[in-house]
C-alpha cells in the first residue's frame, strides 16, 4: 500500500480550471484524491500590507492523495524542476505525515534572501565601496560556481579597516522578507519552533532574531579589533554542512523527529540543509537548489511555506 501524499499548488493568480486540470493528473495517474481545498490569501492576511497590492497575495489549493509513491508523484506534477506545467503554478508533492497537527514541528531557514530580502555581505559592502564585486562574488556563489567558505573569506577580507558601526547600521536596513513574521507567529501559536542558520554575520542579524523571537539561530562571528573590522572570520564558517548538522541538532533539543522538520533556502549553500529536512522548500531558490529540493516556493510571500505544515 503507498503512502498518503499531499499535494500543494501555489499561484499569485492562477487560471480558473487549473486546480481541476492538477487534480485530473493525478487521478489519470492512477492517484486516489481522498480530500482537497484551495483558499485565497489577502497580502494583508500573510503580512504584506496594502502597499505593495496583490503582488503578495496568493492562492493555494491542496489535496490528500494514494495509490502512487512519492517519487511517482512528484515526476508526474513535475517533470522538469526548473519549469512548470501549469502557468506559473508551483505543484509540489509532499508526505502527508508532515500535516500532522499532533506532531511537533521545527522549521529552520537560511537567511540572506530567504528570511531577509538582502544579502548582508552585500550591504556591509557598500559600506567599504566595494558592492559590485562582493555582489558578483555572491551571486556565483549561490548559483553553486564558487566554493563557499572560500568565497566568504574573500569577501569578508574586503571589509578590513571599516569602523565596527557599520554593524549597527546594516542591521537598521535589514528588510524581512514579505510573510516572514507572519509565518514564524504561525508556527509559534502552534507551539512549535523555528531556526535560522546563516553565512551571514551574528552581530548584524542578533536584533532581528530578537525581534521576532527566533527560537534558534547560528551565524558567522566578524572579528573586530580596535573599533574595525579586520576582514577576517572567528571560528568555523558557517557552511553546508554546519546548516545540515544544525537542523539536526536542533529538531533532536527540541524533541522532533526527523519526519517532522522543514528547511527553507534560496542557494547552493542550502542544498545540505534541504537534504537534511523531511520536507526541503526552495524559495524563489537558485537553478542549482529547485532541482533538489522537494518542493518550490516561486512568488514573493514567505508565509506561503505554512502550507507544508497545514497551518
Keep these: 500500500m503507498t503512502e498518503q501524499l499531499a499535494l500543494i499548488a501555489l499561484a499569485r493568480t492562477p487560471h480558473p480550471e487549473t486546480v481541476g486540470q492538477i487534480m485530473e493528473t493525478i487521478e489519470e495517474a492512477g492517484g486516489d484524491i481522498e480530500s482537497h481545498g484551495r483558499v485565497r490569501v489577502t497580502p494583508s492576511a500573510s503580512g504584506g500590507g496594502s502597499a505593495d497590492g496583490d503582488l503578495n497575495g496568493y492562492n493555494a489549493a491542496y489535496a490528500k492523495f494514494t495509490g502512487l509513491t ?27 505525515s508532515i500535516l500532522d497537527p499532533e506532531r511537533r514541528k521545527l522549521l529552520v531557514m537560511d537567511m540572506d534572501s530567504t528570511f531577509i530580502q538582502q544579502e548582508v555581505v552585500d550591504l556591509l559592502a557598500a559600506k567599504a565601496g566595494v558592492q559590485d564585486h562582493v555582489a558578483d562574488i555572491t551571486e556565483r ?59 551571514g554575520f551574528r552581530q548584524v542579524l542578533e536584533p532581528l532574531m530578537a525581534k521576532h523571537e527566533i527560537d534558534h539561530y547560528l551565524a558567522n562571528e566578524l572579528e573586530v579589533v580596535d573599533g574595525r573590522l579586520t576582514g577576517r572570520i572567528l571560528g568555523p564558517i558557517v557552511d553546508a554542512s554546519v546548516k545540515a548538522s544544525m537542523l539536526r541538532a536542533w529538531a533532536e533539543s527540541d524533541g522532533v523527529a526527523a519526519d517532522q522538520t522543514i528547511a527553507v533556502g534560496d542557494g547552493a549553500n542550502d542544498i545540505q540543509l534541504l537534504e537534511a529536512a523531511a520536507v526541503g522548500i526552495a524559495f524563489n531558490a537558485k537553478p542549482v537548489l529547485r532541482e533538489v529540493a522537494d518542493a518550490q516556493i516561486n512568488i514573493p510571500n514567505l508565509d506561503a511555506v505554512r502550507f507544508f505544515a497545514d497551518l
Design 141 to 199: 556563489t549561490m548559483r553553486g560556481e564558487l566554493d563557499f567558505a572560500a568565497s566568504l573569506r574573500e569577501r569578508v577580507a574586503l571589509l578590513e579597516g571599516l569602523p565596527d558601526s557599520v554593524i549597527g547600521e546594516v542591521a537598521q536596513e535589514l528588510r524581512p522578507t514579505v510573510g516572514a513574521a507572519v509565518l514564524v507567529e504561525t508556527f509559534h501559536r502552534a507551539e512549535w519552533t523555528v531556526g535560522v542558520v546563516s553565512g
Design 70 to 96: 512519492l517519487d511517482e508523484a512528484r515526476r508526474i506534477v513535475r517533470p522538469d524542476p526548473l519549469s512548470s506545467l501549469w502557468d506559473d503554478v508551483d505543484v509540489s508533492v509532499v508526505p502527508a
